[in-house]
């Protein structure tokens, strides 16, 4: 009966969305109050029956019902209870169903706390949300029913794809879509806009929040998958430039580039149409991802879906909301105010520069990534673009932009001093050129590029924090004042230099580990020795274990470090049993911000030898830490008063209604 309760409570939600995308927006055309206060009723109603229907599902993993096609497909009555509940989501129907509840969760928050929002704009604005929402759910309801029954009912499932039966699958996904379907808020308030015809500041105070609330979630997914995807698939390597992985990647870039252009929009009034057009662009790429990793037109251990059917039908929602939107954009833009003027030396034309670097590197990466698709349907040649079109490509964008970060923060809004600028980051240039120094002096045969990205990342880690330290004015004022001033500093600046130093940090583990990691293969029988990364690492043998859905071949691995003994290093084989795939789990050691990564390899069918993969990666951890100072930095942002408080009421214009507050 749960089930059925599941599968009804997604049709109820259908109903209560069509009706939430045309009452509010005609409430808002006619300007009445109740039919546009019924899309805030609607809206909590929505993502209540959602929440509903995604708890029975979950109730269906947990109690292995296999009468529902969907848990038969994904899952074992063997499988340890948290990867039953993982397992939710660890399929196309499940993700989906995980993917519209985010949706209707943005949208219940909108309806909750959007109470200092125009109610024009709100209506629009949720309106939009349950357009979105609607399509998804005929998608579901369609092409991708996750309460589907079996007759006669299977005694036992086919198990969840052994590489998903992993503690980072029960974080990673949810932390993605967080990302992914938050920025459809940013899309809603700018076709909102576009439909009310008014874009101005306080409109960039309310979209900020939702915007980096989405950015925070989207960063922290992508680094938990980048990790996952490190010790699980035993390849030793952190990023893959997978087509999949680029679909989460573009939209980050792009909602970087929003997050410094809202800025720029609510500071100045200006780069209106741009920032607007970023909104669309942003959820524009997370829909693209959607679609990359259902249509199965891509062969991926993220892709979900191969059924040409559902790809067709995301593809139709894809041309109706990317091409609707541009459409509209294109009929408003030249009725927006184009905003205030600045000189090409101020803080706004610092970001219209990481605007330019960061969309720029999007289109790279999409170009990259769609290009071998485009080139396979129109003539039938399969070619691969791999890591050293995107190095090559990639790399040179990033740097120019890399090093102006640290200039942006102490340059002034409207016209800057770039040289005074540039004098008050001597302690980063000195810092930076002592890294390179070092690096060239300290270590044997190294490239001069990996010495210079060295220095880079000190330059942008001791520069995030030149802003703080000029602004407490600690020679001047003294270490007390200059303390209390410190302490008196809106949040937001110590979330900027939190993140442009977490930004520094990772770029010090990918040049780190890129540059000086080592790697050794090898066969080895039990009792052989070989040095690697600082250790002597001595093989001790295979054995046999047994786990609840799987059999393993462990192979253990003594370390040695000088003439102490530093531990044991274990990786395995292992073989699950219901869907007999085999997979591979790494042994790692961390030791400060390195690592030493171990991977068994098959066995040698001549001398009875195991083939072992060893990696050493020097400051490798820095990648995802960095990235998480990254999230951090935008949380730290994300609890500045000025944006808990909400935006100031919009001024007048003719006779344009007042702007009030609803409760």
């Not at 029954?149 to 794809?161: A, C, F, K």
Request: charged share 10%.
């Amino acid at each position: 009966m749960i089930v059925e309760t599941g599968h009804y409570a997604l049709i109820l939600a259908l109903s209560l969305a069509l009706i939430q995308s045309v009452l509010p927006l005609v409430g808002a055309r006619i300007g009445d109050a109740r039919m546009m206060e019924t899309g805030r009723s609607t809206a909590v109603g929505g993502f209540l029956l959602l929440a509903l229907s995604f708890t029975a599902l979950v109730v269906a993993y947990g109690t292995s019902d296999f009468s529902v096609l969907n848990v038969f497909a994904n899952s074992h009555s063997q499988q340890p209870l948290i990867y039953k509940l993982t397992a939710t989501w660890g399929n196309h129907e499940g993700s989906m169903l995980l993917w519209v509840l985010i949706l209707g969760f943005f949208g219940a928050l909108v309806a909750a706390f959007g109470r200092d929002l125009p109610e024009s704009l709100r209506a629009n604005v949720l309106s939009v949300q349950a357009w979105i929402t609607s399509a998804f759910l005929l998608f579901i309801l369609t092409t991708s029913n996750p309460f589907t029954r079996l007759v006669p009912t299977p005694p036992e499932g086919q198990d969840l794809n052994p590489i998903l039966q992993d503690i980072g699958l029960a974080i990673h996904p949810p932390l993605l879509y967080l990302g992914y379907v938050g920025f459809s808020i940013a899309f809603s308030f700018a076709v909102a806009a576009l439909i009310d015809g008014r874009v101005d500041a306080a409109w960039a105070r309310w979209v900020r929040p939702w915007t980096l609330a989405a950015w925070i979630f989207l960063t922290c997914g992508i680094a938990v998958g980048s990790y996952w995807a490190y010790y699980e698939l035993g390849w030793g390597g952190w990023w893959f430039w997978d087509p999949v992985e680029n679909a989460s990647f573009m939209p980050w870039l792009s909602g970087t580039a929003l997050l410094h252009s809202a800025l720029v929009m609510e500071k100045r009034s200006a780069l209106k149409i741009w920032t607007i057009l970023l909104a669309i662009l942003t959820f524009s790429l997370s829909l693209l991802g959607t679609f990359l990793v259902r249509s199965g037109v891509l062969t991926s251990v993220h892709a979900f879906a191969t059924d040409p059917a559902r790809g067709v039908f995301i593809l139709a929602i894809l041309c109706l909301f990317i091409g609707g939107s541009l459409a509209l954009f294109a009929l408003r833009a030249s009725s927006l105010e184009t905003g205030g003027l600045f000189a090409p030396i101020s803080r706004e034309g610092s970001l219209v520069l990481n605007n330019l670097f960061l969309t720029t590197a999007a289109a790279t990466v999409l170009i990259g990534t769609l290009y071998p698709l485009f080139l396979d349907v129109l003539g039938g040649a399969k070619i691969s673009v791999g890591a050293p079109f995107f190095n090559l490509t990639f790399g040179p964008l990033m740097v120019p932009l890399l090093f102006a970060v640290p200039f942006g923060p102490l340059l002034a809004w409207k016209r800057g001093d770039l040289l005074g600028a540039a004098q008050r980051l001597y302690a980063a240039a000195g810092a930076a050129l002592l890294a390179v120094i070092l690096v060239i002096a300290f270590t044997r045969g190294v490239a001069v590029l990996a010495a210079l990205g060295i220095g880079l990342s000190a330059w942008l880690m001791v520069g995030s924090f030149v802003d703080l330290w000029e602004r407490a004015n600690f020679r001047r004022a003294g270490f007390r004042i200059g303390l209390s001033r410190l302490a008196g500093l809106p949040r937001s600046a110590f979330g900027t230099a939190i993140a442009h130093f977490g930004l520094g940090a990772t770029l010090l583990g990918i040049v780190g580990a890129s540059a000086f990691g080592t790697e050794v293969i090898t066969t080895m029988k039990p009792g052989d020795t070989v040095a690697a990364g600082g250790y002597e690492i001595r093989f001790e043998g295979l054995s046999q274990r047994t786990g609840p859905n799987f059999t393993a071949e462990v192979g253990t691995f003594r370390l040695m470090r000088g003439n102490a003994e530093s531990g044991t290093l274990e990786s395995s084989r292992r073989l699950y049993t219901a869907r007999q795939m085999p997979t591979t789990e790494a042994g790692i050691r961390t030791r400060l911000f390195s690592q030493l990564y171990l991977s068994l390899g098959d066995a040698d069918a001549n001398g009875g030898a195991t083939v072992v993969r060893i990696w050493h990666k020097p400051l490798v951890t820095l990648i995802w830490l960095g990235a998480l100072v990254m999230a951090g930095g935008g949380i730290v942002s994300l609890a500045d008063r000025r944006l808990r408080i909400g935006a100031p009421a919009r001024r007048r214009h003719g006779k344009a209604k007042p702007a009030g507050a609803t409760a």
